[in-house]
């Protein structure tokens, strides 16, 4: 039916959403050699067919959804969403054009952007949904409430008052609304289409503008369709077709009258009939057999007086409307419906009896004039040849069109089609307008015609190779997601609970050459049903603390990244990280691990992202990985460990007795150092400033008292027949690699040594707290940390507090209710707190402006009162 293949040209890209333009809304449409087109946004583009390049660009305050061209005035009339209808005059330069071309000048715009002025909104009426513009009239669709409503003014011209003089209006059928927010109309998912149908010779309209809807009916359709008033009025008819599928008319006279001489509004508008589904397009064919000759010979400038009238609805259902005579001779309108492949997008009238119109899939042809009757020239009074039964629609082989016009630059026994794809793209598709009759093939052309099937089966196998692979990575990328939510969902509702995935971390001493490294073991374990696979990432995070002796200094973090690579359920994998010490030989304790599995969008999902075929858009494939969101994966946390001095702690002299107690490694030191220390003659005094802190300073000591019920409760599972002070050392060093030698002797004290070499005694008794409570003494169980160091008595200090404090809030949940107590005692030694407080910020305030001799003697009164607070007297309960 189309003679040969379709030649398709790109003429232009313009941007559009990720995922395509939306249906319904785009419009393109021809004037000489310019293009006007708009893809549903805010912009109108101007294209130059001659020139190969983009004019000019209208900016507008909403998205634009409908374009008129009036060519003789060279007026672009714009409906724009929910603003109302702009004018445009393509022969003097905007107002703003001065401004778009600095602001192009700085953004490095190939062409200029013009914003359209307020002032050139000539008709400003937010419940406009469609238009169309004769010579001296304008014709509105508005949506109220629960009535489309068709309304007549003086057409406005640009730099006119924006309210032009209306002169008539008529409500049509009702509609159910969609809901949305109360007292504001919500956008219709189809717009209305409207068109203006005109007689032979008749006055209006002259001139008529170019765009969708502006057409000529023979004399015998245009009586027998709208009525003889209409007829013989001459008058236009305004065809209306609805979002619900009804098709009507308006006689424009009778609208112009209706307010002098207002009768009955409904005898103003006809149904012609119903398609049952959103009325996309209205248009006018040329079906006579023996007119197509006249009709291709025919300047696009001239009048073409048309015998079919078609609407096409979205769903694929097409009515034909066509004058015929009836078995007694008389005229009657002849309709057919007929069921085209669907959704429709859009159609376009073009080439005598086609109509072009496209799907999803396909830009296909119909042709009206199959199967007609030709006139009998010696019988001049029959009947106009009938309407086809059934309709063959002709493949064109062009994709996702969302609007079509028929180009009036076509050359001599061709048409030639402005199309605007799914992606953007501008394109014209020239097509043959003779109908291929039988020729006789040679053989140069059966090889050339070979040549071309076998290179299109080449293209086609290599392209559904590409889209197979894209399949198939799109699928696995969408298991995984799946996978990767259901495993997110389980691990954020299991916190209280078992948990799928865990990550368990202990921490051991393992030798060097040089010295001994505390390590820590984090244990990934998958206990559940799900698999880890490509894409997740087990990250742990060490986080040290501060100096105990430089309160200000910052602590530091190490990340380290582990790809998890097939962790099938009941699989483990184990990690073994370096804590300290460091070259230096310090650890800044507590160090805390944080554990989490991290998912890879842009590992997983980045290569789905990509087109399947790389030269089908190759913008895209450079930023498809642009498309995910900023945070480029999923984080679920799965552990947090605290590592403190009461885990760091050895003891040499606890090794089991058939089992020779390894030396300890100090910290890391030069050899050269460390040979000449044990090459000095020894003396009878140590030397040094550790030595003299020995001799003249006792050891800082700092105690905490806490009840012995209240112990007893908490370590009722774990005494089994165990001294209660043997029991609360074993609780303390739970999670020290030494637990198990602890465990096989009862000790209430124990001697161990710090990461730095220190000594630190733990020494644990019974007292009794006399002062407290009313009632009587109270039992308590003392712990008291001793040691050498200031620094390593504070970590195991602040480590022991810790799980006291996680002692109590447990007991605590479990409703435990303290004894009655002495609330003066308790006031007095929070007085006594509080005097000790101001005086340590006093003494530090001291010594930052003593000297060498006297900041002395206020050193050593700080710490006299940093031992105080430290055994501040009270019991926990």
Not at 193 to 219: I, K, M, W, Y
Not at 534 to 549: E, F, K, N, P
Not at 571 to 577: A, G
Not at 608 to 629: C, I, R, T, W
Request: hydrophobic share 40%.
């Amino acid at each position: 039916m189309a003679g040969d293949a379709p030649r398709v040209h790109y003429l232009a890209g313009f941007s559009c959403p990720l995922g395509g333009l939306e249906a319904g809304k785009p419009r393109v449409l021809c004037h000489e050699a310019e293009v006007f087109l708009s893809t549903g946004s805010e912009f109108v583009y101007v294209y130059d067919q001659e020139g190969g390049l983009l004019t000019a660009v209208y900016r507008f305050p909403g998205q634009v959804w409908h374009l008129q061209l009036l060519a003789p005035h060279r007026a672009l009339y714009v409906l724009c969403a929910r603003r109302g209808i702009y004018c445009l005059s393509l022969d003097t330069p905007s107002r703003s054009v001065s401004q778009a071309n600095k602001d192009s000048e700085d953004g490095e715009l190939p062409y200029p952007v013009i914003p359209v002025d307020p002032d050139a909104c000539v008709l400003p009426d937010a419940t406009l949904c469609a238009f169309t513009v004769l010579d001296d009239m304008l014709v509105t669709l508005a949506q109220g409430p629960t009535q489309w409503k068709m309304q007549l003014f003086e057409r406005p011209c640009l730099g006119e008052d924006p309210q032009p003089g209306q002169v008539g209006e008529v409500e049509l059928s009702t509609y159910t609304p969609h809901p949305g927010i109360p007292g504001k109309p919500t956008a219709p998912c189809f717009l209305p289409v409207l068109c203006c149908v005109s007689l032979p010779g008749s006055r209006a309209p002259h001139g008529h503008p170019q765009g969708r809807g502006t057409f000529t009916l023979e004399e015998a359709l245009f009586g027998l369709l709208f009525g003889a008033d209409a007829t013989l009025l001459e008058s236009p008819v305004i065809l209306c077709g609805l979002p619900d599928g009804q098709l009507s008319c308006v006689v424009l006279r009778a609208l112009v009258t209706s307010r002098s001489a207002p009768g009955n509004p409904k005898a103003l508008v006809r149904i012609l009939h119903h398609l049952e589904e959103p009325v996309i397009f209205i248009g006018a064919l040329k079906t006579e057999p023996q007119a197509e000759e006249a009709v291709e010979s025919e300047l696009p400038s001239e009048e073409v007086h048309s015998d079919c009238l078609v609407a096409l609805g979205h769903d694929g259902r097409m009515l034909a409307i066509k004058a015929s005579w009836d078995e007694s001779g008389n005229l009657v309108p002849e309709l057919q419906e007929y069921c085209l492949p669907g959704p429709v997008l859009c159609a376009a009238c073009g080439g005598g009896s086609r109509i072009y119109h496209s799907t999803p899939l396909d830009l296909c042809v119909v042709d009206l004039a199959q199967g007609s009757t030709p006139l009998d020239p010696q019988q001049p009074n029959r009947a106009p040849g009938g309407l086809p039964p059934t309709l063959c629609p002709a493949s064109l082989s062009i994709c996702s069109v969302l609007t079509v016009s028929v180009s009036p630059r076509a050359p001599a026994g061709e048409t030639m089609l402005l199309a605007l794809s799914a992606k953007g793209r501008l394109m014209t598709c020239s097509l043959s307008c003779k109908t291929p009759g039988p020729t006789r093939m040679t053989a140069a052309s059966a090889d050339r015609k070979i040549k071309e099937l076998l290179s299109g089966i080449g293209d086609v196998s290599e392209r559904v190779s590409f889209l197979k692979k894209a399949v198939d990575q799109r699928n696995k990328a969408l298991t995984s997601l799946n996978e990767a939510m259901n495993l997110s969902c389980a691990l954020l509702s299991s916190r209280q609970g078992p948990r799928p995935i865990s990550c368990t971390t202990t921490t051991s001493w393992s030798r060097l050459p040089l010295q001994d490294v505390l390590t820590a073991t984090c244990l990934l374990e998958n206990s559940g049903d799900f698999s880890l696979d490509r894409g997740w990432t087990l990250c742990i995070q060490v986080l040290t603390s501060s100096s105990a002796l430089d309160l200000d200094a910052a602590g530091s973090a190490v990340s380290y990244t582990i790809p998890v690579d097939r962790l099938g359920p009941g699989s483990q994998r184990e990690v073994t990280l370096p804590l300290g010490p460091t070259e230096s030989g310090v650890l800044d304790l507590p160090v805390t691990v944080s554990c989490a599995l991290f998912y890879s969008l842009r590992e997983v999902v980045g290569g789905a992202l990509a087109p399947s075929d790389p030269l089908e858009d190759p913008f895209l494939e450079e930023h498809a990985l642009d498309l995910l969101p900023e945070q480029e994966g999923i984080c679920l946390p799965l552990s947090r460990h605290t590592v403190d001095m009461l885990q760091c702690l050895r003891f040499p002299g606890l090794a089991s007795p058939h089992a020779q107690a390894p030396s300890l490694l100090s910290p890391a030191c030069d050899p050269v150092d460390t040979f000449l220390e044990t090459c000095r003659v020894p003396s009878r005094e140590p030397a040094g400033l550790a030595s003299l802190r020995a001799k003249y300073l006792p050891p800082p000591v700092a105690s905490v008292q806490v009840s012995a019920e209240l112990l007893r409760m908490a370590l009722e599972d774990a005494r089994s027949g165990v001294p209660l002070c043997s029991a609360t050392l074993r609780w303390l060093l739970a999670e020290n690699a030494a637990v198990d030698t602890v465990k096989a002797q009862t000790l209430s004290s124990i001697q161990g040594v710090a990461p730095s070499g220190t000594d630190i005694h733990l020494i644990i008794h019974e007292v009794t707290v006399t002062d407290l409570c009313p009632a009587g003494p109270i039992q308590a169980v003392e712990i008291q940390v001793e040691s050498s160091s200031l620094a390593d008595m504070c970590r195991a200090h602040h480590a022991i507090v810790g799980r006291m404090q996680a002692m109590v809030r447990e007991q605590a949940a479990q409703n435990s209710s303290p004894p009655d107590l002495r609330m003066q005692y308790l006031r007095q030694i929070h007085a006594n707190h509080e005097v000790l407080l101001r005086e340590v910020q006093a003494l530090r305030d001291r010594l930052c402006t003593e000297d060498e001799a006297s900041s002395c003697a206020t050193a050593q009164r700080l710490l006299q009162v940093y031992k105080q607070l430290r055994s501040p007297s009270l019991v926990l309960l």
